[in-house]
């Protein structure tokens, strides 16, 4: 339940289309036809636009740092976003990498606007049990970050700790989590325990005793009513994707059993099409896949890693350069490319649990598997993680075009977590360890 707070072109957008239309009279720079003209000419197909929430584009609607990002007047930047976009629908060379070079795939961390009376504002908010120590006055953005990452060490040493002692006798809903809002957050069935306060006791005793070994004091931790919460899939993932995309969700069965998981991404393998998954779904070559569930047929696996990758390839023709991203409205990522990300950069994970979710590289290590055995230069991370999120795509997020549009460079896909110097990370497999072992690459728009 991972909750950075996200600002992009595209949210506010559909939220104002959503309320009953664009208020402004002043003429659009773009039409709802140039727009899906636009969207027909990259290669989407019809279905898909159909279920976008695609409207006129007026300036008004846009917010004032996406023109102050581009650098230049809100006129100057239409103009030549709207020059841009007609180029493509007229299948100019050059125009498409002129538009992913304006719109380059990097993205800056959200603005972290916590403070000492983000606790007093949750006094009153519905569903609160208690709220326990205090957030720091910190003033820079950096300062806020360590605080933010601080948070993030003592969620993963205490976590599990909490899960052990508590979730077995269903005392706790599975959720606890670190946020952008500078306090933690811990969830809990109300309604089959006989005394609240004192399990908030000691649940905070658990947590503060190791945010003191850390430094930490008077740690923030806000309980809350987790009765009526349960772990989904996010939804709009468990729908029927044709073509294939990734983020959603992909079945396979083993025996009598069902495993479900989440779809990477769609791509080649010389001559053939079809999309990487993660390789320790109990699957075996051959093995039928399915998506979201049996007994819609999606592909059968012909490629397993388990060297350099924990990946399998499926052939599967019916498949497209499209990523399932952040989750309000209709959101869409076209893959414009592919690389293995760098150490502390920031990452993105789309998976059918966790949902649109963020963090850091750590390092790069060796790792066992339980299925595969040893896996060589795995990218350890610091997004959060659950059960179900396995083959996850694991990307970088750009700045968005249009509304719900945005492109991204797929970075690997997501394998499980990983306990170093005690503390619990995600791993994922980079891309070059992909292509090391099964020779494939990401399809790519264009």
């Known amino acids: 339940m991972n909750k950075w707070k996200i600002l992009s072109l595209g949210i506010v957008i559909v939220l104002i289309t959503a309320n009953g239309g664009i208020a402004s009279k002043e003429k659009p720079f773009l039409s709802k036809d140039e727009i899906k003209g636009f969207l027909t000419s990259l290669g989407i197909d019809e279905k898909t636009i159909a279920t976008m929430n695609i409207s006129d584009l007026y300036l008004s609607d846009i917010p004032d740092d996406f023109w102050s990002w581009m650098n230049m007047s809100k006129e100057e930047s239409a103009k030549l976003i709207k020059d841009i976009i007609h180029q493509i629908i007229n299948n100019e060379s050059g125009a498409l990498e002129k538009l992913i070079e304006l719109f380059p795939v990097e993205r800056e961390r ?13 006094k009153d908010r519905s569903g609160v049990i208690a709220i326990y120590g205090r957030i720091p006055k910190l003033n820079a953005q950096e300062e806020k970050w360590k605080w933010v990452n601080k948070l993030q060490e003592i969620f993963n040493k205490t976590g599990h700790l909490i899960g052990e002692k508590f979730m077995k006798k269903n005392k706790i809903v599975p959720m606890f989590a670190t946020n952008g809002e500078g306090y933690l957050e811990v969830y809990i069935n109300r309604k089959i325990c006989n005394d609240i306060q004192k399990l908030v006791r000691e649940i905070y005793s658990i947590i503060d005793a190791t945010a003191k070994k850390l430094g930490i004091k008077e740690v923030p931790v806000v309980f809350f009513d987790g009765s009526d919460f349960k772990v989904v899939l996010d939804a709009g993932r468990t ?14 069965i083993k025996g009598s059993d069902l495993e479900i998981s989440t779809l990477g991404y769609s791509a080649r393998r010389y001559f053939t099409k079809g ?3 993660c390789g320790h779904l109990s699957i075996e070559y051959d093995t039928t896949m399915y998506q979201p569930l049996p007994y819609e047929q999606a592909g059968r696996v012909k490629y397993i890693g388990g060297e350099w990758a924990d990946a399998a390839f499926v052939a599967f023709n ?3 350069p499209y990523v399932y991203t952040v989750p309000y409205g209709y959101h869409l990522g076209l893959v414009a490319g592919y690389y293995d990300p760098w150490i502390n950069q920031q990452v993105w994970m789309s998976g059918i649990i966790s949902g649109w979710v963020t963090g850091t590289v750590y390092k790069y290590a060796n790792i066992i598997s339980p299925v595969h055995g040893l896996l060589y230069r795995q990218a350890v991370a610091t997004y959060p993680r659950a059960l179900g999120d396995s083959g996850a795509p694991v990307l970088d997020y750009g700045r968005e075009i249009l509304p719900g549009l945005a492109f991204v460079k797929i970075l690997g896909i997501h394998s499980g977590s990983v306990i170093i110097n005690n503390r619990l990370y995600s791993y994922f497999s980079p891309q070059s360890g992909v292509y090391t072992d099964l020779h494939a690459r990401p399809l790519v728009i264009g």
């Not at 959200?110 to 949750?122: A, Q, S």
């Not at 729908?239 to 396979?252: F, L």
Request: a negative charge; proline letters at 9%.
């Open 110 to 122: 959200p603005i972290l606007t916590f403070g000492p009376e983000t606790l007093e504002e949750l």
């Open 239 to 252: 729908d029927k994707y044709r073509p294939i995309r990734g983020g959603i969700q992909v079945t396979n």
């Open 275 to 277: 999309y990487v998954i």
């Open 318 to 320: 019916n498949v497209a």
